[in-house]
């Protein structure tokens, strides 16, 4: 973000009087000369204050994103490769196994270049514009944006799991079982490589899933908490993924990528100090 220095210069502008004494003749003895008391000086006005303008963005930012947290009322489903994604469906979506969510918040789009300027004051992303998905950004980078947002905030936000991440790209409790996150025809709901003209485009611009939540398919692929590990069948509660391995999960598919990988069930994986002009966020929240 260019900062911007505000130079404020105090100019002394100095006045000499020159006065001149007539002397008059007189057979009296002259009166002495009257002086005229000078003005009071008027006092100068105080400047106007500045308004900080990296401080009054970053307080927009926040209560905008805050505004748009969804509540994801908790709830079973089944995880992976179910009916709907078909031949499409990769092996390490299988097997598919019930999971059961507490409630949470997720937000309704993906983190924007402006908040991520705003916290970090910086902006990494391929493609700018102030209502364009963050990309470039690494786990680890995700890691240090969430804690200073929630220095600022004194909340706890986070990058969802990944079963909260499918759960609500589902539709929580009102899905209707489409094969990309709120339809079964991508190009309602999804920037993918036949229609991104090879670029991100504004958040909300395509249709809404049935969370009202925007762009869980296509865009930018968004960044997950958990590391990635093989699907079993046991049903799980609240999972966070598994304790080993180094690869964190991202999900949603891209502007570049096929419909395939746009699917609600589809994952990859990649190292947390990895970023690229496909990989964004989403934030989280347990609680608001």
Avoid at 141 to 160: A, H, V
Avoid at 239 to 254: A, H, K, L, N
């Amino acid at each position: 973000m260019t900062s911007k220095h505000i130079i404020l210069t105090l100019l002394l502008m100095l006045c000499p009087i020159g006065m001149a004494a007539q002397s008059t003749i007189t057979r009296h003895k002259p009166k002495p000369a009257v002086t005229k008391p000078k003005p009071a000086a008027k006092p100068k006005a105080k400047p106007a204050p500045q308004r900080n303008s990296s401080t009054t963005g970053l307080s927009a930012e926040i209560k905008k994103l805050i505004n748009n947290m969804v509540y994801v009322s908790g709830g079973t489903f089944t995880m992976g490769a179910t009916s709907e994604q078909g031949s499409d469906a990769d092996g390490d979506e299988k097997p598919t196994h019930s999971v059961t969510l507490s409630s949470y918040y997720i937000c309704k789009y993906e983190v924007t270049q402006a908040l991520w300027r705003a916290v970090m004051g910086s902006n990494p992303s391929r493609f700018k514009g102030d209502n364009l998905p963050v990309e470039q950004v690494s786990w680890n980078d995700c890691q240090i944006f969430i804690n200073r947002l929630n220095s600022y905030t004194g909340r706890n936000f986070r990058l969802p799991t990944e079963a909260e991440w499918e759960f609500a790209a589902r539709g929580g409790n009102h899905s209707r079982r489409y094969k990309y996150s709120g339809s079964n025809y991508i190009g309602d709901v999804a920037w993918y490589y036949r229609n991104s003209d090879n670029r991100t485009h504004p958040i909300g611009t395509k249709q809404a899933n049935e969370l009202g939540l925007y762009d869980m398919s296509g865009n930018v692929y968004e960044w997950c908490s958990d590391r990635y590990g093989s699907y079993s069948s046991y049903s799980q509660n609240n999972p966070t993924g598994t304790t080993s391995g180094t690869g964190r999960v991202f999900r949603g598919g891209c502007w570049f990528h096929h419909a395939k990988g746009c699917r609600s069930s589809f994952r990859i994986h990649r190292a947390p100090g990895s970023g690229d002009c496909f990989l964004g966020l989403r934030l989280a929240l347990s609680h608001l």
